[in-house]
């Protein structure tokens, strides 16, 4: 392939009305996903309420709350009030580019605050508004022409995802087991007593038609050919996504986003077409090579990023070790078998002995923060499922449960004693036999969330 030929490619004029159409559906759906977030308490049940945090970087960290004059002001609360204004914000052509940016800052900062909270539905929010800020956008009543780079990054990011998500869906687990849909439909089935769920034939279709939709269908949008096809698979494959998951598992919005893609594999001229503004003057914008480094920069690395578990040890939807922005979605399950998900045992050390002085595990924390801390120990549901699935924020959390404790017991104890946590867990795996997961000898408050070799057994 010619570079310079794909490049000269890129940089040839298109109508800009795809991205605009897109970035206003986008909007949209942005905008009930934040008045949701706000109607349902989630930043006070989720960001707020916990005792603890896992945040991606240390030094981000929530707001605290303060009083003016005699108000109590919440800036978490603040923020996502201004989330909500930011989506109406980008509704408006002439602004949206500010309003973007508010909108990707705050709800990019959301979802640092806690790893536990990530899900690739909101990674690709926050891709989405930062590549539409590099694009140049005006009103439906002007006829403008964009580098075609601008229209085609927007495009890549949705092909990539989808083809990444098939890609991932290549392994044993999916193929042979045909796990995690499997768990996915008994589950549905368990709330519905729909017996069609669970009929062999409705599995396997919904197993291998799932992953051939995700390897296909990036390149079927983008084939003239097929488009009609592509369209109304999009639109059946996320409607059937959003019936599975909107009482299985955190769906949102994510489904009709997807949809609203469509509009951006519609022939740009076509809408022109549609706006009527093949008769009026066009004015093209020309393309800058700064923007056009960066753009391409991001998609690459959007290309390589997914794909980084390969450097490190061991099974990456079991370790959780390079899970994270790598479109491995629906590709894990994992049953716990241990009371309470995981157990820990407490010890205290001092020089003269070693005492174990409690056992608490993820259900009980509550009334263990009653016994033996002075604060609430409240942990989300999301919070506890992260710590099975992503076993690389156990060290977090069992520091977290150590300083608390500590600042309890400095009160009743003289002198300088340690705190010492084992964690047990034991889990079946894809629906395969039950196996330890956790080496229960190993104080996890001396290790590191990045170095699980050491505390973390090997996939049987």
């Known amino acids: 392939m010619n570079l310079l030929k794909l490049y000269s490619w890129l940089k040839q004029p298109v109508p800009n009305n795809s991205i605009i159409i897109f970035r206003i559906v986008f909007s949209f759906c942005l905008l009930i996903q934040t008045y949701y977030f706000i109607s349902e308490k989630f930043i006070e049940k989720n960001i707020i309420q916990p005792f603890t945090l896992f945040p991606f970087i240390k030094f981000i960290q929530p707001f605290s709350d303060f009083y003016f004059f005699n108000w109590l002001i919440s800036p978490m609360i603040v923020l996502s ?37 990530f899900n690739n539905h909101y990674y690709f929010i926050s891709i989405i508004c930062f590549l539409i800020l590099l694009t140049n956008q005006s009103s439906f009543s002007q006829n403008n022409y964009v580098p075609r780079i601008q229209l085609v990054s927007l495009q890549a990011m949705v092909v990539i995802i989808y083809f990444i998500a098939g890609v991932n869906k290549l392994n044993p687990y999916w193929l042979i087991d045909m796990q995690p849909v499997t768990h996915i439909l008994e589950t549905k089935y368990s709330i519905t007593k729909n017996d069609f769920l669970i009929n062999d034939i409705v599995i396997k279709l919904m197993t291998y038609g799932g992953l051939i939709y995700d390897l296909c269908i990036g390149f079927l949008l983008l084939i003239r050919k ?38 951006l594999f519609v022939n740009p ?47 990456v939807d ?18 716990p078998y241990t009371a309470g ?3 820990f045992d407490i010890f205290l050390k001092t020089h003269e002995y070693k005492e174990k002085i409690a056992h608490v595990n993820l259900y009980n924390l509550e009334d263990f923060a009653d016994k033996y801390a002075t604060s609430s120990m409240y942990l989300t549901q999301k919070q506890k499922t992260a710590l099975l699935y992503y076993p690389d924020m156990l060290p977090i959390f069992c520091n977290q449960l150590e300083k608390v404790l500590k600042d309890y017991l400095s009160n009743k ?9 084992n964690a047990q867990c034991e889990i079946g795996f894809m629906g395969r036999e039950s196996q330890e997961i956790i080496n229960p000898n190993i104080d996890l408050t001396a290790e590191s969330s990045r170095d699980i070799k050491t505390w973390l057994y090997k996939l049987k």
């Open 318 to 335: 079991y370790n959780g070790i390079g899970q994270r922005f790598a479109w491995r979605m629906k590709t894990m399950y994992k049953k």
């Open 413 to 421: 104890i003289q002198g300088n004693f340690d705190i010492i946590i």
């Open 226 to 263: 097929t488009k009609l096809l592509a369209f109304i698979l999009v639109v059946v494959f996320n409607s059937v996504n959003f019936f599975l998951f909107n009482d299985v598992g955190e769906i949102g919005v994510f489904p009709l986003i997807m949809i609203s893609t469509i509009t």
């Open 341 to 343: 998900v995981i157990g």
């Open 81 to 117: 009030i201004i989330m909500l204004i930011a989506n109406i914000g980008m509704l408006i052509n002439k602004y949206s580019r500010y309003f973007t940016l508010l909108f990707l800052s705050c709800f990019t900062y959301f979802w640092l605050l806690d790893k536990g909270y």
């Open 269 to 315: 001229t076509k809408w022109n077409k549609f706006l009527k503004l093949n008769k009026t003057k066009s004015e093209k914008i020309k393309h800058h090579p700064i923007k056009d480094f960066l753009i391409i920069s991001f998609i690459l690395i959007q290309c390589i990023l997914p794909f980084r578990h390969f450097l490190f040890n061991g099974y």
